[in-house]
């Protein structure tokens, strides 16, 4: 190997799975028991264990709405379209398609939620 240790204080168990009620193991590393935990964050997404992504969704949806306010509150004097575009390109768009190759929102109500954001 290449010598990396691994910090289990960084290392969480989830089960994944779409049953009501799941069984409960006790995994470890190196004989330290995991937390089990029912959500994580993990590179900027936020996951859960029935994998419906509607925290990440409200995270999201908050956060655009945020920089979209920053950006009509900053940019009422800005004659050129252009800016203002590359403005909501760069700080609302990018943050609602960050990695939504996995989160993709598969319900209609998180679907309308983002598309709300757009129609501002």
């Not at 990396?4 to 960084?10: E, G, H, T, V």
């Not at 925290?55 to 509150?73: E, P, W």
Request: aromatic share 12%.
């Amino acid at each position: 190997m290449n010598d990396l240790n691994i910090n289990i204080k960084k290392c969480f168990a989830m089960i994944f799975s779409r049953a009501k009620f799941t069984q409960r193991y006790t995994y470890s590393i190196n004989n330290e028991k995991l937390e089990q935990v029912c959500s994580i964050k993990d590179l900027g997404i936020s996951i859960d264990s029935n994998m419906s992504f509607e925290k990440h969704t409200s995270q999201i949806v908050n956060d655009a709405y945020k920089k979209l306010g920053f950006i009509i509150r900053n940019a009422k004097c800005f004659n050129n379209i252009y800016c203002i575009s590359v403005l909501y390109n760069s700080m609302v768009r990018s943050k609602l398609e960050y990695a939504s190759v996995i989160w993709s929102p598969r319900y209609q109500s998180q679907q309308k939620r983002i598309e709300q954001i757009q129609k501002c």
